[in-house]
């Protein structure tokens, strides 16, 4: 069946559909620094003065769920594409609260044939303030044409 | 005179540069080419006014589209206001047919681009679809191509008597000029661009060695 | 490298190649470490059981790389946001490459903008995308 990407869009953008506690953990954001291969102290010292997650750290959270839970299947999702905006930085030892929603959806051809592009956006506060935007493009596979 | 006849803008979804950055590469790299064509996917960009930018760097900025179809994607040079109200360009199932037909009547030209291409190339589909009436220009060297795909679309352009044009396909700054076209006369509009494709008076190169 | 200003930076300059670990390990280590168990990114032939053409490099492991070789030509930048459009599937076990390129420079509000691509050995873009930075004057 055709999907109506603008029904769609009206009825799952910009609404919240799930809110999600992240302790942050030093060893995890060290490691996490190591492996991207981060050599600066600022994320891999925990005594540095502006000791610190690495900036896609909170790419690197997920959610309970990745798109709500009446969202229409149809198809197999792929990682189609990260985005990460920064405002403030991630301290080890806090705790994240995430709040995701959908943030754009629309259909386009590609090597793979027709696909609906869906943008799902995690925000991340802490009790003072909005720290980072985390978004995951993922794309699936439509079986008809639409618009 | 050089065009770079397919780039996108941060207008395209997945376009992440400025048209300014565009300008200031090319002087910067001194990348040989003259201008350049923005074709933003599935829609045209009617507001955008770059004239400024033209004379502050010298380039001609020209504005044009991606649309999509049956037989994949397809750059059309020339869009009117006209054009649009034929053909809803933020449709992802338009028939080439119908591009095809409205571009003529609207004196657009239209370009399958990267048609040796899987799926969103033009003779990815010509096995099942059969080879389409009215095309006369495709796009043989893309800058976004992989493996063989420039290849198939010229044995492809070269058996059915196709002339083809270069495009970078860019979608970040660094990536425009990789392709582009070369026409015998100078051109400085939409509507002389339009009437040299016609006309079949230009040639595609590739630049990409140029800019490693 | 030794910090920079904004005035150290000029427009089309190139980073230094950076060439990320795309080994089977890294990728399996990673993204054990982030959760994303299973043989997508830890076992070739079970991958391609799944239907893949082997294991990958998780998507956030090479945006991770991509901060880093900034982090490392610039040490006291500050990433202000990061876009990564995956292209295509970065295989582990192939060698590939990332390059970074200066693509606008706006002094006044400290702000650097970079063009990325991860490549592999046909030179062929995997990974596209584009940062912003700030540097301090």
Same mark, same amino acid.
């Given at each position: 069946?055709?999907?109506?990407?603008?029904?769609?869009?009206?009825?799952?953008?910009?609404?919240?559909?799930?809110?999600?506690?992240?302790?942050?953990?030093?060893?995890?954001?060290?490691?996490?620094?190591?492996?991207?291969?981060?050599?600066?102290?600022?994320?891999?010292?925990?005594?540095?003065?502006?000791?610190?997650?690495?900036?896609?750290?909170?790419?690197?959270?997920?959610?309970?769920?990745?798109?709500?839970?009446?969202?229409?299947?149809?198809?197999?999702?792929?990682?189609?594409?990260?985005?990460?905006?920064?405002?403030?930085?991630?301290?080890?030892?806090?705790?994240?609260?995430?709040?995701?929603?959908?943030?754009?959806?629309?259909?386009?051809?590609?090597?793979?044939?027709?696909?609906?592009?869906?943008?799902?956006?995690?925000?991340?506060?802490?009790?003072?303030?909005?720290?980072?935007?985390?978004?995951?493009?993922?794309?699936?596979?439509?079986?008809?044409?639409?618009? | 005179?050089?065009?770079?006849?397919?780039?996108?803008?941060?207008?395209?979804?997945?376009?992440?540069?400025?048209?300014?950055?565009?300008?200031?590469?090319?002087?910067?790299?001194?990348?040989?080419?003259?201008?350049?064509?923005?074709?933003?996917?599935?829609?045209?960009?009617?507001?955008?006014?770059?004239?400024?930018?033209?004379?502050?760097?010298?380039?001609?900025?020209?504005?044009?589209?991606?649309?999509?179809?049956?037989?994949?994607?397809?750059?059309?040079?020339?869009?009117?206001?006209?054009?649009?109200?034929?053909?809803?360009?933020?449709?992802?199932?338009?028939?080439?047919?119908?591009?095809?037909?409205?571009?003529?009547?609207?004196?657009?030209?239209?370009?399958?681009?990267?048609?040796?291409?899987?799926?969103?190339?033009?003779?990815?589909?010509?096995?099942?679809?059969?080879?389409?009436?009215?095309?006369?220009?495709?796009?043989?060297?893309?800058?976004?191509?992989?493996?063989?795909?420039?290849?198939?679309?010229?044995?492809?352009?070269?058996?059915?008597?196709?002339?083809?044009?270069?495009?970078?396909?860019?979608?970040?700054?660094?990536?425009?000029?990789?392709?582009?076209?070369?026409?015998?006369?100078?051109?400085?509009?939409?509507?002389?661009?339009?009437?040299?494709?016609?006309?079949?008076?230009?040639?595609?190169?590739?630049?990409?060695?140029?800019?490693? | 490298?030794? !910090?920079?200003?904004?005035?150290?930076?000029?427009?089309?300059?190139?980073?230094?190649?950076?060439?990320?670990?795309?080994?089977?390990?890294?990728?399996?280590?990673?993204?054990?470490?982030?959760?994303?168990?299973?043989?997508?990114?830890?076992?070739?032939?079970?991958?391609?059981?799944?239907?893949?053409?082997?294991?990958?490099?998780?998507?956030?492991?090479?945006?991770?790389?991509?901060?880093?070789?900034?982090?490392?030509?610039?040490?006291?930048?500050?990433?202000?946001?990061?876009?990564?459009?995956?292209?295509?599937?970065?295989?582990?076990?192939?060698?590939?490459?990332?390059?970074?390129?200066?693509?606008?420079? !706006?002094?006044?509000?400290?702000?650097?903008?970079?063009?990325?691509?991860?490549?592999?050995?046909?030179?062929?873009?995997?990974?596209?995308?584009?940062?912003?930075?700030?540097?301090?004057?």
């Amino acid at each position: 069946m055709e999907t109506d990407i603008e029904e769609l869009r009206a009825k799952y953008l910009k609404k919240d559909f799930d809110v999600k506690e992240f302790p942050i953990i030093a060893e995890k954001t060290i490691r996490f620094a190591e492996l991207c291969g981060e050599t600066a102290d600022r994320f891999l010292d925990p005594n540095h003065k502006d000791f610190q997650a690495s900036p896609t750290f909170v790419g690197s959270l997920a959610g309970s769920r990745l798109l709500p839970s009446d969202f229409p299947r149809f198809g197999i999702g792929m990682d189609a594409g990260k985005g990460i905006e920064c405002f403030s930085p991630v301290i080890p030892g806090s705790v994240l609260t995430g709040k995701t929603h959908l943030h754009d959806i629309y259909a386009k051809t590609g090597r793979s044939g027709r696909m609906i592009f869906i943008i799902t956006r995690i925000e991340f506060y802490n009790s003072e303030r909005h720290l980072a935007n985390s978004d995951s493009r993922i794309v699936i596979a439509e079986k008809q044409n639409g618009r | 005179m050089i065009l770079d006849l397919h780039t996108h803008s941060v207008k395209s979804d997945d376009g992440r540069a400025k048209v300014e950055n565009y300008c200031q590469w090319i002087k910067a790299k001194e990348i040989p080419i003259d201008g350049f064509v923005l074709t933003e996917h599935r829609q045209y960009d009617f507001e955008s006014d770059y004239s400024s930018l033209e004379k502050k760097y010298n380039l001609l900025i020209l504005k044009g589209s991606e649309v999509e179809t049956e037989y994949g994607h397809v750059l059309i040079f020339g869009v009117t206001k006209m054009l649009t109200t034929k053909l809803d360009f933020s449709r992802i199932d338009l028939t080439l047919r119908d591009v095809i037909h409205w571009s003529k009547a609207c004196s657009a030209v239209a370009v399958p681009c990267h048609p040796g291409r899987p799926k969103v190339g033009m003779f990815a589909h010509t096995d099942r679809l059969g080879i389409p009436e009215g095309v006369e220009i495709v796009e043989t060297l893309n800058g976004g191509s992989r493996d063989e795909e420039d290849k198939v679309a010229i044995e492809n352009a070269r058996s059915l008597e196709y002339k083809g044009i270069g495009g970078s396909d860019s979608h970040i700054v660094s990536h425009i000029g990789r392709c582009a076209t070369i026409f015998t006369e100078e051109i400085r509009s939409m509507e002389v661009l339009v009437k040299e494709l016609k006309k079949g008076n230009f040639e595609p190169i590739s630049l990409r060695n140029r800019l490693k | 490298m030794a !910090d920079k200003t904004i005035k150290d930076v000029e427009f089309g300059e190139e980073l230094p190649v950076f060439v990320p670990d795309t080994s089977l390990k890294r990728a399996s280590v990673f993204a054990s470490l982030v959760g994303w168990e299973g043989p997508r990114f830890s076992d070739h032939e079970k991958a391609r059981e799944e239907g893949l053409p082997g294991a990958m490099v998780p998507g956030i492991l090479n945006q991770g790389y991509l901060t880093a070789m900034i982090h490392q030509w610039a040490p006291n930048s500050t990433l202000i946001s990061i876009d990564t459009i995956f292209r295509a599937p970065v295989m582990a076990d192939e060698e590939h490459t990332m390059k970074a390129i200066v693509t606008d420079i !706006d002094e006044e509000a400290q702000i650097v903008e970079l063009d990325l691509t991860l490549a592999n050995e046909k030179n062929e873009t995997r990974v596209l995308g584009t940062a912003r930075i700030k540097i301090a004057s």
